[in-house]
């Protein structure tokens, strides 16, 4: 198992293949997948599958499991990868358990991504897009140092488009 990056808080690594049901329970979890793209069972399997083959490519980018330092409970899911929509553009996605809403864990996550992709991969832009009345993410975004600029076509639809680079993400 491959850790991405820590905080106090959050330890972010690969996924195992033990690991397939708690992913497999996020997306069956309807009030975590309203502003997402719904998936099948067999859709998210399929998903988790190429999640563990992507790891093989050494990119420093992809899917990973989210999970408290403290209890090592599952926290959620994050990425940092080429976007579905536009494969020249890396985006940051999460998707969190809802008791771990509001305690600014997803701040937290984004901000070290950011620093992840900018310091570790090299990157020099990050996006993020957000259903459009998903304001608690837009505000996470922005507190994590994204811009917001106007909207982009992805996944079907036009949603707010986010974006951040290196040099111009938040310092706190």
């Given at each position: 198992?491959?850790?991405?990056?820590?905080?106090?808080?959050?330890?972010?690594?690969?996924?195992?293949?033990e690991d397939?049901?708690?992913?497999?329970?996020?997306?069956?979890?309807?009030?975590?997948?309203?502003?997402?793209?719904?998936?099948?069972?067999?859709?998210?399997?399929q998903?988790?599958?190429?999640?563990?083959?992507?790891?093989?490519?050494?990119?420093?980018?992809?899917?990973?499991?989210?999970?408290?330092?403290?209890?090592?409970?599952?926290?959620?899911?994050?990425?940092?990868?080429?976007?579905?929509?536009?494969?020249?553009?890396?985006?940051?996605?999460?998707?969190?358990?809802?008791?771990?809403?509001?305690?600014?864990?997803?701040?937290?996550?984004?901000?070290?991504?950011?620093?992840?992709?900018?310091?570790?991969v090299?990157?020099?832009?990050?996006?993020?897009?957000?259903?459009?009345?998903?304001a608690?993410?837009?505000?996470?975004?922005?507190?994590?140092?994204?811009?917001?600029?106007?909207?982009?076509?992805?996944?079907?639809?036009?949603?707010?488009?986010?974006?951040?680079?290196?040099?111009?993400?938040?310092?706190?």
């Amino acid at each position: 198992m491959n850790i991405i990056a820590q905080t106090p808080r959050l330890l972010i690594r690969e996924l195992t293949p033990e690991d397939e049901q708690l992913s497999l329970i996020m997306d069956e979890d309807e009030r975590l997948t309203q502003y997402v793209k719904k998936r099948t069972p067999a859709e998210s399997k399929q998903v988790f599958k190429d999640t563990l083959k992507d790891y093989r490519n050494k990119t420093g980018l992809g899917r990973w499991g989210i999970f408290n330092v403290a209890d090592n409970d599952f926290i959620g899911i994050c990425m940092l990868k080429p976007s579905e929509s536009d494969d020249d553009k890396i985006e940051l996605g999460y998707r969190l358990h809802l008791k771990y809403w509001g305690k600014g864990i997803a701040t937290e996550l984004a901000k070290t991504l950011i620093n992840y992709g900018f310091n570790k991969v090299g990157l020099t832009e990050i996006c993020a897009v957000t259903h459009p009345h998903n304001a608690a993410s837009q505000k996470v975004l922005l507190n994590a140092g994204f811009e917001r600029f106007g909207e982009a076509f992805w996944y079907g639809e036009d949603l707010p488009f986010f974006r951040v680079r290196k040099g111009k993400e938040s310092r706190s």
